[in-house]
């Protein structure tokens, strides 16, 4: 018995040896960020498409509440909307005081608290992409026939594994609402591949404008940017944050991002945390780490 099993154990190192280095470097990302999240009190999900080809994923399966991750979908379909309607990111759209929810994160309404103005459909969507505002977020959902309408474009680009349901406010009046939001990892880092590898409007601007604007978010510091920083690589990301579930767990705490190397190689990653019993520190921290490992193998492939 000790025989054999010393002949199979050659046998998996032989065929561990044989095969392409490249492959075997694919399998250790992925171990070591399996490694990263199995002992975390937390259902993570993560995944990576490195230079539009390889993709490497962890606990792909699981449905994970997008929370403000899904304003990214909803600024595709808002440039959907305009480019099908020969309408300019400089389109105004009016804004009132009852369109101001308290009680919910909107740098928009801390400016504005009276309404009453006019705002251009690009300026909103800074707010909801750079600022991850709620309000402006809402406003967006109304002008383009709500969340349905987003979830029926990002289905014509071929993404399957996701839906876009509730609005902000929904998910404010119920926590619960928060998992109708949600998304499989990879597809994630697939729409975001789509926005920075293919032309998805016949006005290339607006495509321009999302990836430019997403460059300059300003949320989340301590995920998917911070082993980045001093790097040289430019990464366009959004962030997601929910409260505490009934159980005291963070429905879910998200980056997605692209991430542009100086030697001109790319990668998109997607790393979802949902229902986490861990501190916020701690979650994001995972998200940090499982961006500086997939860094780091970049590094090793030049």
């Given at each position: 018995?000790?025989?054999?099993?010393?002949?199979?154990?050659?046998?998996?190192?032989?065929?561990?040896?044989?095969?392409?280095?490249?492959?075997?470097?694919?399998?250790?990302?992925?171990?070591?960020?399996?490694?990263?999240?199995?002992?975390?009190?937390?259902?993570?999900?993560?995944?990576?498409?490195?230079?539009?080809?390889?993709?490497?994923?962890?606990?792909d399966?699981?449905?994970?509440?997008?929370m403000?991750?899904f304003?990214?979908?909803?600024?595709?379909?808002?440039?959907?909307?305009?480019?099908?309607?020969?309408?300019?990111?400089?389109?105004?759209?009016?804004?009132?005081?009852?369109?101001?929810?308290?009680?919910?994160?909107?740098?928009?309404?801390?400016?504005?608290?009276?309404?009453?103005?006019?705002?251009?459909?690009?300026?909103?969507?800074?707010?909801?992409?750079?600022?991850?505002?709620n309000?402006?977020?809402?406003?967006?959902?109304?002008?383009?026939?709500?969340?349905?309408?987003a979830?029926?474009?990002?289905?014509?680009?071929?993404?399957?594994?996701?839906?876009?349901?509730?609005?902000?406010?929904?998910?404010?009046?119920?926590?619960?609402?928060?998992?109708?939001?949600?998304?499989?990892?990879?597809?994630?880092?697939?729409?975001?591949?789509?926005?920075?590898?293919?032309?998805?409007?016949?006005?290339?601007?607006?495509?321009?404008?999302?990836?430019?604007?997403?460059?300059?978010?300003?949320?989340?510091?301590e995920?998917?940017?911070?082993?980045?920083?001093?790097?040289?690589?430019?990464?366009?990301?959004?962030?997601?944050?929910?409260?505490?579930?009934?159980?005291?767990?963070?429905?879910?705490?998200?980056?997605?991002?692209?991430?542009?190397?100086?030697?001109?190689?790319?990668?998109?990653?997607?790393?979802?945390?949902?229902?986490?019993?861990?501190?916020?520190?701690?979650?994001?921290?995972?998200?940090?780490?499982?961006?500086?490992?997939?860094?780091?193998?970049?590094?090793?492939?030049?």
């Amino acid at each position: 018995m000790k025989r054999t099993s010393g002949i199979i154990l050659s046998l998996l190192l032989f065929l561990s040896l044989s095969l392409p280095a490249q492959e075997r470097d694919r399998t250790e990302l992925e171990q070591a960020l399996r490694t990263l999240v199995e002992r975390k009190r937390a259902e993570t999900g993560i995944a990576v498409i490195l230079n539009g080809t390889d993709t490497v994923t962890v606990n792909d399966a699981g449905r994970y509440p997008m929370m403000s991750v899904f304003k990214f979908h909803q600024a595709l379909a808002v440039a959907d909307f305009l480019d099908r309607n020969g309408l300019p990111l400089s389109t105004p759209l009016p804004i009132r005081e009852s369109d101001l929810l308290p009680d919910t994160y909107s740098p928009l309404r801390d400016a504005y608290p009276q309404g009453g103005i006019e705002m251009s459909i690009g300026e909103l969507l800074v707010y909801t992409l750079q600022l991850s505002d709620n309000n402006a977020c809402d406003l967006l959902f109304r002008y383009i026939g709500g969340p349905t309408a987003a979830d029926r474009y990002i289905r014509t680009l071929g993404i399957e594994g996701f839906a876009v349901e509730a609005t902000e406010e929904e998910m404010h009046r119920d926590l619960t609402a928060c998992y109708r939001n949600w998304s499989h990892p990879l597809d994630a880092a697939r729409l975001l591949e789509m926005l920075i590898t293919r032309p998805l409007f016949r006005d290339a601007s607006l495509q321009e404008f999302i990836i430019r604007t997403m460059t300059g978010c300003n949320t989340g510091p301590e995920r998917l940017p911070k082993p980045l920083a001093a790097t040289g690589a430019v990464i366009g990301h959004k962030t997601g944050s929910g409260d505490r579930n009934s159980t005291g767990a963070l429905i879910g705490t998200n980056d997605i991002g692209f991430v542009q190397l100086p030697d001109g190689r790319h990668y998109t990653i997607a790393v979802f945390v949902k229902d986490s019993q861990e501190s916020l520190q701690e979650t994001e921290r995972i998200i940090a780490e499982a961006s500086d490992i997939v860094y780091r193998y970049m590094e090793r492939q030049e």
